[in-house]
């Protein structure tokens, strides 16, 4: 069973001068459920080679390990999955691709499109953006806030698990998890954080108070 | 056996108005052997969608087709190979995920990294830019002309069949397989030709004759 609690989002580019090996590491220490391999700005080859080191740490800790966007790299570095756009393979070729027993998931904003990742297959959702964020780097395709109503909204309409994305701190989580996600999504709140084990702790505890 | 006299990249937005499927179709009218799905702008769902009526044009004129860059694309098309660069996977990597019997390209402009490419079990090179181009999407990385030369010595060094690309014209595809080459890569030679399939035959004529 995946833990969806805290789903980190990898960009090295946001993690304050540290590499994303150390963002992940400590993100394990502070109970990181879910590592998702982003990292929008490097090439697939540096992708690749970075993945390498995170799929590594991931399955000493037991942590679910997916790639964003790139069906192949997921398949190269024998993560658990991926995770997939608007603009990328559809889901139901990436699960020919990786089989039953990938995790595939996708990003969506709303009831409709949450329904029909489902029906396509998906596992489990990214729905966002739940708030504005500062750094527009933190959501995918929408410059938009969708709000916690939305989020109730796709949590009564679809049965798969689901993480809340964009704008997502300790302070907030609490109300998200409470609007019906499984888990927070966080680049940011967890690379740019001080100290990224307390950062994923904190996360963590909120949406346990949110439950 | 794959016919490497006259190798057609295709993209779209230097079609002159036709689609890339009108291009494709009036190519293999015109004897081109292999045609490369490249379509930088597009994203990777649209490259998928093209490339579906690319993959069953090419299976029914038995000419061999490949993916730029993404090997899951090429896998989700079924097509014969991709053609990677130095950002893309590594060679061995799509080896592993696309079988022995894949096509498996890679771009080059040395004769080291020809080597290195050869070694790492490439079946064939495609080795440019050649001449400066007027559109610099006509080709990969390089912004320099290698010249004539380098291809000679490319062909010395390595035993892998390839084709040259950029700037590659009916007029000087002659000397290029005259310094070694197996056949000539193109985009806009094709692509913008008034006539795509008179502008194959006259590629594929100057190729006979140069060798
Ligand atoms: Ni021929």
């Known amino acids: 069973m995946v833990d969806w609690d805290v789903y980190l989002v990898t960009q090295a580019s946001l ?11 400590d993100a394990i220490d502070g109970g990181v459920g879910v590592v998702q391999l982003r990292e929008k700005d490097r090439t697939a080859r540096e992708r690749y080679e970075l993945g390498r080191e995170l799929r590594d740490l991931t399955r000493e800790a037991d942590v679910a390990f997916v790639v964003n ?5 997921a398949q190269a570095l024998d993560a658990d999955g991926v995770h997939l756009g608007d ?32 029906a396509a297959g998906a596992d489990y959702l990214g729905v966002g953006a739940v708030f504005a964020t500062g750094s527009k780097d933190d ?37 998200v998890v409470r609007a019906g996600a499984d888990g927070v999504a966080v680049i940011t709140a967890i690379t740019q954080a001080d100290d990224p084990t307390a950062a994923t702790d904190a996360l963590h505890s909120a949406v346990e108070q949110g439950r």
């Open 139 to 175: 959501i995918d395709d929408d410059e938009y806030a969708i709000g916690t109503e939305r989020v109730a909204a796709i949590a009564e309409a679809v049965d798969i698990p689901f993480v809340a994305i964009g704008g997502i701190t300790a302070d907030n989580a609490v109300e």
């Open 69 to 73: 966007d790139r069906v192949d790299i």
């Open 15 to 25: 993690s304050a001068g540290r590499t994303t090996d150390e963002i992940v590491a």
């Open 87 to 118: 603009d990328d393979l559809p889901v139901p070729v990436a699960r020919d691709l990786l089989g039953e027993d990938a995790l595939i998931g996708r990003s969506v904003s709303t009831v409709e499109d949450a329904r029909e990742a489902a």
